[in-house]
């Protein structure tokens, strides 16, 4: 046990990367690949189901931690390890990449295998940022993540594919560069040399990092505006809509599921984790970017006239939230952030899987092309009546938790932080419901709505495990919250500290 403890992190990472490497060796048989791929990812996610069996949730540091040399100069570590803020977005990762397979089984038609090859790559590269130790390390999985989701996007996404790849791989790596410039000099002014974020977490302590208190704020807005892009956090977004409508289903499942939730991590773990007195002191602006994300990214939303692109809007709104909890820096808040980055990542995921199915259908997004489709897809209307209320936050479904814990925690903060966010609750039944009234009730507007299949075996089969997921976290979110807690208390503990030196002064 002490043998797979050490390397569960590597088996859970690069299984997923293994399975890619076979495929690019298997015939051309489109069924099995699709098997194999599916078969891989229900490895990768039972393999992952180690970590909440034997984590210590009572545990504060990181855990399962594996440290050895990777280059001598510069000295980088191959250094991984997790605490309660990274283990559940590991398990949201490994839980949505089944379903994403089950879900591309047959709108993906060409280049099958470079299809699955892809959806691989990316999961390993997504698993890696949320367990990356060593700066390096860390960027390298963050930069890893472009080239498979770009590549999906540009081929096997619709109309403007290409403008919305590139546009996406140049919004976010140009702004990985500023990150990348900010890791850079914490290893020059580091004593001794390091990326490890432990070490380099201990030097600032210690004051071991030379220059810092000038160059503090530079290096805050570095990592900053790489996080903010990723989020995406207004005015960073324009990106995401046009990711989001022409990507593949599956593709817009992991964007919103995970991919945005890099963001979000990067902030909680580096911006508060190695400048607590710069996030402090930068909070306010940062509120008042995540409350406008809120109130426009909802507005905007509910004058959408296509479904997709009403859903994308719509995470820009939940990830304004999650900012919001970061920066209240208040125990309620940061774990209602992380309840909603997982909240979200089931529920928007779920919602871009019934946006797919239907497209199959219809191969449209239009909310005008539909209508009263409650009466030929009842299990289809269920379903995304389900998904819909707990993205809206109905109580004892998982949307619920999060939000109240991440206003609670604002109100804490700030009354006003709070008034302005609760709204942003309010807009997203507005529009979510006004959409399930357009597109489902009423008499079916369009003849060949009449006879639209409902659900099958294998879309009930992925949409199952997401519901059942999202009334799981509303009934019973001491079991995530559990691991969280102590993690969150941990982060906040240099935050803690620099207020008390403030009042002793």
Request: hydrophobic share 60%; proline share 4%.
């Given at each position: 046990m002490n043998w797979l403890d050490n390397n569960i992190l590597t088996l859970i990472t690069f299984a997923p990367a293994v399975g890619a490497a076979l495929l690019m060796v298997f015939p051309r048989r489109h069924r099995d690949i699709r098997v194999f791929a599916l078969v891989i990812s229900l490895l990768t996610f039972v393999l992952s189901l180690h970590l909440p069996a034997h984590f210590h949730r009572d545990q504060a540091g990181f855990q399962f931690d594996t440290k050895v040399q990777w280059i001598t100069t510069p000295n980088i570590h191959y250094h991984m390890g997790m605490d309660g803020i990274s283990l559940w977005l590991v398990i949201l990762t490994t839980f949505l990449t089944p379903l994403c397979v089950l879900i591309s089984w047959t709108s993906i038609h060409e280049r099958v295998k470079e299809f699955f090859i892809l959806l691989l790559i990316l999961e390993t590269a997504l698993i890696g940022v949320f367990v990356a130790l060593d700066l390096f390390l860390f960027y390298f999985f963050w930069e890893a993540t472009l080239i498979p989701m770009a590549l999906l996007?540009?081929?096997?996404?619709?109309?403007?594919?290409?403008?919305?790849?590139?546009?996406?791989?140049?919004?976010?790596?140009?702004?990985?560069?500023f990150m990348l410039a900010g890791i850079l000099w914490l290893y020059a002014n580091t004593t001794p040399h390091s990326f490890d974020f432990v070490d380099i977490q201990n030097a600032m302590r210690q004051g071991q990092v030379a220059n810092f208190?000038?160059?503090?704020?530079?290096?805050?807005?570095?990592?900053?505006?790489?996080?903010?892009?990723?989020?995406?956090?207004?005015?960073?977004?324009?990106?995401l809509p046009d990711a989001h409508v022409e990507a593949p289903t599956a593709g817009s499942v992991l964007l919103a599921g995970v991919l945005l939730k890099m963001g979000t991590y990067g902030m909680l773990r580096f911006n508060l984790g190695l400048f607590p007195e710069q996030a402090r002191a930068n909070?306010?602006?940062?509120?008042?970017?995540?409350?406008?994300?809120?109130?426009?990214g909802a507005l905007v939303a509910m004058v959408q006239p296509n479904m997709k692109k009403l859903i994308a809007y719509s995470s820009i709104s939940h990830l304004g939230f999650v900012v919001l909890g970061i920066f209240s820096f208040t125990q309620a808040g940061l774990n209602g952030a992380m309840f909603v980055m997982l909240a979200h990542g089931v529920s928007t995921g779920a919602l871009f899987m019934l946006a797919g199915i239907i497209y199959e259908r219809r191969h449209t997004y239009e909310i005008s092309e539909f209508g009263g489709l409650a009466t030929p897809m009842p299990k289809y209307s269920t379903f995304f009546l389900f998904?819909?209320?707990?993205?809206?936050?109905?109580?004892?479904?998982?949307?619920?938790?999060?939000?109240?814990?991440?206003l609670s925690g604002a109100f804490q903060a700030k009354i006003w932080w709070g008034v302005v966010g609760a709204t942003g609750?309010?807009?997203?039944?507005?529009?979510?419901?006004?959409?399930?009234?357009?597109?489902?009730?009423?008499?079916?507007?369009?003849?060949?709505?009449?006879?639209?299949?409902?659900?099958?075996?294998?879309?009930?089969?992925?949409?199952?495990?997401?519901?059942?997921?999202?009334?799981?976290?509303?009934l019973a979110p001491l079991l995530w919250l559990n691991a969280i807690d102590p993690a969150v208390h941990n982060a906040l503990v240099p935050f803690t500290q620099f207020m008390s030196k403030v009042v002793s002064q």
């Open positions: 996007i540009g081929i096997y996404g619709h109309g403007r594919r290409v403008y919305a790849a590139v546009k996406f791989f140049l919004y976010t790596m140009i702004a990985s560069v208190a000038g160059a503090a704020q530079w290096l805050f807005l570095g990592f900053f505006i790489a996080f903010a892009v990723k989020v995406p956090l207004f005015p960073f977004h324009t990106w909070a306010w602006w940062v509120a008042i970017l995540a409350l406008i994300g809120i109130v426009y998904i819909l209320l707990a993205s809206v936050g109905l109580p004892l479904l998982n949307g619920f938790i999060g939000e109240f814990l991440v609750v309010i807009w997203s039944a507005c529009y979510l419901l006004w959409m399930y009234q357009r597109v489902f009730f009423g008499v079916v507007k369009h003849e060949e709505n009449n006879s639209l299949p409902d659900l099958n075996l294998r879309e009930r089969v992925a949409l199952w495990p997401a519901a059942i997921m999202a009334l799981a976290m509303g």
